[in-house]
């Protein structure tokens, strides 16, 4: 039986470019059912670019999003019988809802910015610190890593393009915690479009799936369309910084 997992995000308090890292940590947990975002309509006017995610207006009164959230999330874990739930906020407003969730022997993974109190971290079964939005930040993690690849003067700039490409997706992976499950190609195309501006148009292939297997010896991909999951092989990037 299949693991289920829903998505609910105080929109109030969380920006959306976390959104790609948001449904990859959630997919690595399970099949994910639902995702939802909570706010009032000027907070969730980003949100609307993000298409895996139902947007839910909740007006502007006091805590309105959190009550809102708060009650169709427990009405969801009784229709659905849920397994995991990912609650992602950067406030302490919802420290007894995720301590009651477990109490139903839910997982409540816990997603949200730095300045979240220790109070809803301790209250989650799990909690995901979600790391700066800047443009680049993966590719900003990749460069802190002894695994960067070194540059090759000799390569064509289109060789060199897709090298690079290669160790953004490695450290996509890595950033969301997705080796051991594999990360979701579509969330995978969606993160790399927010963070690096890539898009199909820069794989060979022009998609995603043709690009993967076109570097096997860096990638795993398992299964295919919209459930199609890709790890990376570190015994192939090793070969590959050697080689650089």
């Known amino acids: 039986m299949s693991t289920k997992v829903a998505v609910f995000v105080d929109g109030d308090n969380l920006r959306s470019q976390h959104a790609a890292a948001i449904l990859a940590t959630a997919s690595a947990q399970g099949d994910v059912i639902a995702a939802k975002v909570y706010g009032n309509s000027q907070a969730l006017a980003n949100w609307s670019d993000c298409v895996d995610f139902q947007i839910i207006y909740s007006g502007t009164g006091k805590n309105a999003s959190d009550l809102h959230l708060a009650i169709e999330l427990t009405e969801l874990t009784y229709l659905q019988n849920l397994d995991v739930v990912v609650l992602c906020t950067s406030d302490a407003d919802f420290v007894h809802l995720a301590r009651r969730l477990k109490e139903r022997g839910i997982k409540v993974l816990g997603?949200?910015?730095?300045?979240?109190?220790?109070?809803?971290?301790?209250?989650?079964?799990?909690?995901?610190?979600?790391?700066?939005?800047?443009?680049?930040?993966?590719?900003?993690?990749?460069?802190?890593?002894?695994?960067?690849?070194?540059?090759?003067?000799?390569?064509?700039?289109?060789?060199?393009?897709?090298?690079?490409?290669?160790?953004?997706?490695?450290?996509?992976?890595?950033?969301?915690?997705?080796?051991?499950?594999?990360?979701?190609?579509?969330?995978?195309?969606?993160?790399?479009?927010?963070?690096?501006?890539?898009?199909?148009?820069?794989?060979?292939?022009?998609?995603?799936?043709?690009?993967?297997?076109?570097?096997?010896?860096?990638?795993?991909?398992?299964?295919?369309?919209?459930?199609?999951?890709?790890?990376?092989?570190?015994?192939?990037?090793?070969?590959?910084?050697?080689?650089?």
């Open 111 to 244: 997603c949200g910015e730095a300045k979240v109190g220790a109070g809803f971290k301790a209250a989650c079964t799990e909690f995901r610190e979600l790391v700066g939005v800047e443009k680049k930040t993966v590719e900003n993690v990749a460069d802190k890593t002894s695994t960067k690849p070194k540059p090759v003067a000799q390569q064509s700039s289109f060789t060199s393009d897709i090298s690079k490409i290669n160790w953004q997706i490695k450290a996509a992976i890595d950033a969301t915690k997705s080796q051991n499950s594999g990360m979701q190609v579509k969330i995978l195309g969606n993160y790399m479009k927010q963070n690096h501006e890539v898009t199909t148009d820069k794989l060979q292939g022009k998609s995603w799936s043709k690009h993967l297997k076109k570097h096997e010896q860096l990638f795993i991909v398992v299964s295919e369309g919209q459930n199609a999951k890709v790890s990376y092989k570190p015994e192939g990037f090793k070969i590959a910084q050697v080689a650089s």
